[in-house]
């Protein structure tokens, strides 16, 4: 008796646990939370703002204990990381990957919402030989078993992959996965993934594809702002209105031309920079604010847009970032993707819930680097200065390429004024001049800034770069 009352019970509970997890899935925009800044909140504040944005919910790049405490007992969804340098030895040994999920797991498990549990964080990206790909999916397995083990079955495990995971894009049924992935990698991935109903994790960034060739493509179409302009994919008359759109539709033909169609597809970052450096285009807070709010919207709508190789389908997604996170390397954009400033103020009015109507924000500031630098950069030492890091960052510069500090060697015409401001200003302006065109950076861990006002004095002569 008692078994019969029991089953009808247990039914009826898996039917409503099943429609309410479809009621509630929510497609608000989650947020990213780097920590990559000397200046950020403390996690509780950190956590606060979160939710004055009404976030749903927040992606971490590793499984922060102080994080996960101070997102106890609050309804965000969280997702956590299992840094990059872990991934081959978990594996290989069980014990290690479920050593991974006690330690960073189970502290927190139910009363934190760890929901989603991402694998490295584009391992697939990195271009040293023999990286981590081979032990990728193996360790994925092995967290995924570990989880089970535990009895946590909530958890959704994936890796993120930027856009480069595709060889091919355009139009976006050509989409199709590198070469030297395909097989080894998504494939098996793609497998995991769809047995598990887990997600592809995605990371895509219109602004980088748009700014790499900004003549051809339109920054209205970027920014989902073309009201006229449409792209036709001439392989299956699917019309696009949005750049975001087509990248995303790339991968899922790169997915269906592998025999995985029904793979769903999480955003794990999509955003555009509020700043950056002289020589990069359209980053600026106009341009972020009004893709970020498209972006909301979009995904927001009800019913589902999708794309429209998937129409209605659901887009979960996590907009990058949370801060403008001052230590992170490369170009000047790479430290101004933040929604608000270190100090917590907004960079720009945003709604995450999708519920402000643009009249709701406050007015934004006119664009003024939507076309490109015309004219001669200099790259020199910024202000204030850490005396010590500079003279260090100055004898780095000296050391790579040719003559690069020839001039302020005593005797040389830069020499004087003898001081490490002036001459590291002058070695990264000479740095920069001869490494720009391979990639060199104008940034040396925040001590060099680009300027356009020529610092050349008398017979001494800064080396340019020319836009
Ligand atoms: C991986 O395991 C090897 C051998 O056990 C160990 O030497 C190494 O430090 C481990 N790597 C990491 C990142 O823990
Ligand atoms: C596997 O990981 C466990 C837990 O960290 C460790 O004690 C053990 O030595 C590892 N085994 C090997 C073969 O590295
Ligand atoms: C590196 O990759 C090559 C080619 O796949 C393989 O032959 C070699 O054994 C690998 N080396 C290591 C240390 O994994
Ligand atoms: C994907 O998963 C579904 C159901 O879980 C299964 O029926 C299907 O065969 C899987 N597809 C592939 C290609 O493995
Ligand atoms: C599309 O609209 C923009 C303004 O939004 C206008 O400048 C452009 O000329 C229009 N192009 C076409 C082909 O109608
Ligand atoms: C926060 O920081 C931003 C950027 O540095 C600055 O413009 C703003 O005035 C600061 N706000 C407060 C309240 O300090
Ligand atoms: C200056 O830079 C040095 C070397 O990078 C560092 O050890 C020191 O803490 C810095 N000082 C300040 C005040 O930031
Ligand atoms: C420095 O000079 C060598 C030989 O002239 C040349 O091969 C090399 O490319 C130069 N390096 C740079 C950074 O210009």
Not at 71 to 80: A, E, G, Y
Not at 323 to 344: A, I, S, V
Request: one cysteine or more; aromatic letters at 12%; glycine letters at 6%.
């Amino acid at each position: 008796m008692a078994m019969l009352l029991l089953i009808p019970l247990f039914l009826s509970s898996i039917a409503l646990f099943t429609i309410s997890s479809a009621t509630t899935f929510s497609t608000h925009p989650g947020i990213c939370y780097g920590q990559l800044g000397d200046n950020l909140p403390p996690p509780q504040k950190s956590v606060s703002l979160i939710t004055s944005l009404h976030a749903k919910r927040v992606k971490l790049y590793d499984a922060n204990p102080a994080i996960l405490h101070a997102l106890r007992d609050t309804s965000l969804q969280v997702s956590i990381m299992v840094p990059n340098d872990l991934i081959v030895n978990i594996s290989r040994n069980q014990s290690l990957s479920d050593k991974w999920v006690s330690d960073n797991v189970v502290p927190y498990h139910p009363r934190t919402l760890i929901r989603y549990l991402l694998v490295g964080n584009e391992v697939t990206s990195s271009t040293a030989p023999n990286g981590t790909w081979p032990y990728l999916v193996p360790a994925m397995r092995r967290i995924k078993h570990s989880l089970k083990s535990l009895g946590i079955r909530k958890v959704k495990v994936g890796t993120s992959s930027a856009i480069d995971v595709l060889e091919a894009s355009f139009p976006p049924s050509n989409g199709a996965f590198r070469k030297d992935l395909s097989a080894p990698v998504m494939k098996p991935m793609l497998k995991f993934l769809n047995r598990t109903k887990s997600f592809f994790f995605l990371d895509v960034y219109p602004f980088f594809s748009w700014s790499a060739d900004p003549l051809n493509i339109n920054l209205d179409y970027a920014l989902f702002q073309s009201k006229n302009l449409t792209v036709t994919d001439p392989g299956t008359g699917l019309v696009y209105t949005n750049l975001f759109d087509q990248m995303v539709d790339a991968v899922y033909f790169a997915m269906n031309r592998l025999g995985f169609p029904g793979v769903r597809i999480f955003i794990a970052e999509t955003g555009w920079p509020n700043g950056g450096d002289l020589d990069q285009i359209g980053a600026n807070i106009f341009n972020a604010a009004t893709y970020n709010r498209n972006f909301i919207k979009k995904v927001t709508r009800k019913p589902w847009l999708g794309t429209p190789a998937r129409p209605g389908s659901a887009l979960p997604s996590f907009l990058f970032a949370l801060f403008n996170e001052n230590q992170k390397p490369g170009p000047g954009t790479e430290r101004h993707f933040g929604l608000l400033h270190p100090n917590g103020s907004r960079v720009y009015d945003v709604d995450l819930s999708g519920e402000t109507p643009e009249a709701g924000f406050r007015p934004l500031p006119v664009p003024e680097n939507n076309e490109k630098f015309k004219g001669e950069i200099w790259c020199v030492a910024a202000r204030p200065h850490n005396a010590t890091a500079l003279a260090a960052a100055l004898a780095y510069a000296c050391s790579q390429g040719n003559g690069t500090c020839d001039p302020i060697q005593p005797k040389g015409k830069c020499f004087k004024p003898d001081s490490v401001f002036w001459h590291a200003s002058y070695a990264f302006s000479a740095y920069w001049a001869q490494f720009r065109k391979v990639g060199g950076t104008c940034y040396f861990n925040g001590l060099a800034t680009q300027t356009a006002k020529d610092p050349s004095y008398g017979s001494c002569k800064f080396p340019s770069v020319t836009l």
